[in-house]
């Protein structure tokens, strides 16, 4: 049988990628993203770790080594201690010292001296210094060496303060003249006084260079491993002997070599702390990590450094490991995703259909609910959906009915503007149009007066607002109620809930407003007063009232601006015609005494005075020569006359000014007016 079209499930489209694609896709970078990152954050985690373990290592035996070094520089300090208490010893100190016994005398000190200081160098086999003098503090001189070659010279050290010989101390020097030219040794300085001296006049010093130096360096290499007959090294040991020398020693090699001018960061951190690690590239080019050991009484500081090959060296495991993982969730992905995939978006093939229906127009269509997860809920939102869109357009002609009723009456309201010349009968139209279309139980029009400060009420459809015209109602302009804000701001203000309005005015004769809104009346910049529309129900207005009575609240401004501006310019041709007729009345009279009484009557019928006096100007005075009044007052008399510059008349003429007098003021002798 054949299955219909309706029943069969839509596929994707050639040229269209399936939303099972879709899905692998875009969860393979989301997949792969964060393993990258925690790859990365593993390998810079674990080479921190390796980072740590080398440094705390390099540490602890750079540690342990400058302890070797300081234990081995106060073994030597001992023996010379010991030996500077020798009382054969300290006889033939005094003697050179002094240089005052017979040459013979002399002689036999010396060599006492020289078999002391022989004794002293080596015990049992152990060789404590390379070489051991007896020196003279006061100029240097030494006295006795254990290599006579060196006797009579000056110790340089001693001359030029690098050495006091006044305190126990083990120090290094390097290219002395004497005993390390071109080298370094460390030296060991013990100072002697001799019987009955009360201070120190001599000093024992102990040199270890060359092969003693060499065997030193050799049992601090803690890098280098003895296998059978090859000799391993991992790491490097040194001395660094300031300011830029560094004591190294190379494999298979017993003599220090001695290397200058080395820019070494241990120098640079040196001044700051006396110890510490880093990773820098050592002075042969090869990336170590290092860490240092300073030693300031010794002048020396011990530096181990290991190669960062060897301390990341594990971290290379890490890359097939990944790899690994990385390939075995990409291809889990490709396998995995579409399967499910698949299975989880089928029931959507017909949400799509029926979509596609109800997108033709066909709002009957319903989707059969059979499952609880999220797909359950998603048909049965689609099924409310559908309910509601069916609910919509049956109730959208309706509204559409209301708006074109809204729009019509927009029109009529334009159509009435552009016609009528009262502003009464324009607004007394709009106000009933607007109630009886949209439905509101009131609407009124308020105009701005005169002085800017009051909107009164012009127009209203209500019974209540009929007497509130009666009575003269106004609003203070930016002070009293929405009408107030609207002709203050000239923007429209909206109260849905009145209650709940600070600005809304609570008008005793409109006791049932729930919902008011107001829209200005403005003519360019300038506004002219404020339509006011009120309703019993709550949130009576929206987006498309505004639009619609703004309209129409523009389109009376406008009208009654022109209305207006038309009301002007009639009364300027009323009076312009006025005066064109006094003017042809007075052109046609014979006599002057007529002349002068058609001119005052004409401006009385004219201009509504209720007095008018013509005084001419005689000599230094003015007369009375023409005077009218309107019923029940009295005429200023003929003939009579003020001085230039008293009273009203004569003021005004020397001022070339105008008095203005009251209408109902009783005529008087110098009050014309």
Request: net charge negative; hydrophobic share 45%; proline share 5%.
């Amino acid at each position: 049988m054949t299955e219909t079209p309706s029943n069969r499930t839509p596929r994707p489209r050639r040229g269209q990628a399936g939303l099972g694609t879709t899905l692998t896709i875009t969860l393979i970078p989301l997949v792969l993203i964060p393993l990258l990152l925690m790859a990365g954050g593993a390998y810079l985690r674990s080479r921190s770790i390796l980072r740590e373990q080398a440094s705390a290592q390099l540490s602890s035996a750079a540690q342990a080594e400058s302890q070797a070094l300081t234990e081995w520089s106060q073994a030597r300090q001992e023996r010379l201690l010991l030996g500077s208490e020798r009382s054969l010893l300290k006889a033939a100190a005094a003697a050179l010292v002094s240089n005052s016994t017979a040459a013979a005398d002399r002689q036999a000190q010396l060599e006492q001296a020289r078999l002391e200081l022989a004794t002293l160098r080596t015990r049992e086999n152990e060789t404590f210094f390379t070489e051991l003098f007896l020196v003279r503090l006061s100029d240097g001189a030494i006295l006795a060496s254990t290599t006579p070659e060196y006797e009579g010279q000056t110790f340089p050290a001693l001359t030029e303060g690098k050495l006091t010989g006044r305190s126990a101390v083990t120090t290094s020097l390097y290219d002395d003249p004497v005993i390390a030219r071109g080298d370094v040794a460390l030296v060991t300085v013990i100072p002697m006084r001799a019987m009955g001296t009360p201070v120190a006049d001599s000093a024992l010093i102990g040199v270890n260079k060359g092969l003693r130096l060499g065997s030193l360096m050799e049992e601090m290499q803690v890098f280098w491993e003895q296998r059978g007959a090859y000799r391993v090294t991992r790491g490097n040991t040194f001395m660094a002997v300031p300011p830029d020398i560094v004591v190294g020693l190379e494999s298979y090699s017993m003599t220090p070599v001695i290397q200058t001018g080395i820019l070494h960061p241990v120098f640079g951190l040196a001044p700051t702390s006396e110890s510490g690690s880093l990773e820098y590239t050592s002075y042969d080019g090869t990336p170590v990590v290092g860490a240092y050991q300073w030693l300031p009484d010794a002048n020396v500081g011990i530096v181990l450094e290991l190669p960062q090959a060897d301390v990341f060296a594990q971290l290379g495991t890490l890359g097939p490991f990944f790899g690994g993982l990385l390939f075995g969730t990409v291809v889990l992905v490709f396998i995995v995703v579409p399967l499910a995939t698949r299975r989880s978006i089928r029931p959507l093939a017909q949400l799509t259909q029926l979509s596609e229906r109800i997108a033709t127009g066909d709002l009957t269509q319903r989707v059969p609910v059979r499952r609880q997860d999220e797909i359950g809920r998603l048909s049965r939102a689609f099924n409310t959906m559908a309910e509601e869109l069916a609910g919509f357009y049956a109730s959208l002609e309706g509204r559409v009915e209301q708006r074109t009723r809204q729009m019509r009456t927009a029109a009529e309201v334009a159509r009435d503007a552009a016609a009528v010349r009262d502003v009464q009968l324009l607004l007394d139209e709009a106000v009933r149009l607007i109630s009886q279309r949209f439905g509101f139980y009131h609407a009124g029009v308020f105009l701005v007066d005169a002085t800017g400060e009051f909107a009164e009420l012009r127009s209203t459809s209500s019974e209540g607002g009929r007497r509130m015209q009666e009575r003269g109602h106004r609003l203070a302009v930016g002070k009293v109620g929405l009408v107030g804000y609207v002709t203050s701001t000239g923007r429209p203000r909206i109260a849905l809930d009145v209650g709940k309005d600070a600005v809304h005015f609570a008008n005793p004769d409109l006791p049932d407003t729930r919902s008011e809104m107001a829209l200005p009346l403005r003519v360019a910049d300038r506004i002219i007063g404020a339509l006011d529309v009120q309703s019993t129900e709550p949130n009576a207005f929206d987006e498309a009232d505004v639009v619609v009575l703004q309209t129409m609240a523009d389109q009376l401004a406008v009208a009654i601006q022109n209305a207006r501006l038309l009301e002007q310019q009639s009364q300027v041709a009323a009076q312009r015609r006025r005066v064109i007729q006094m003017f042809q009345r007075v052109s046609a009279l014979r006599t002057y005494d007529g002349l002068l009484h058609q001119v005052t009557r004409d401006i009385h019928e004219a201009f509504d005075y209720p007095r008018v006096t013509l005084g001419l100007v005689e000599g230094e005075e003015i007369v009375v020569r023409s005077a009218f009044a309107a019923e029940g007052l009295r005429p200023a008399p003929l003939g009579i006359s003020s001085p230039l510059g008293q009273g009203a008349l004569g003021r005004a003429v020397s001022s070339m000014g105008l008095v203005r007098m009251e209408a109902s003021q009783a005529w008087e002798p110098g009050a014309e007016s």
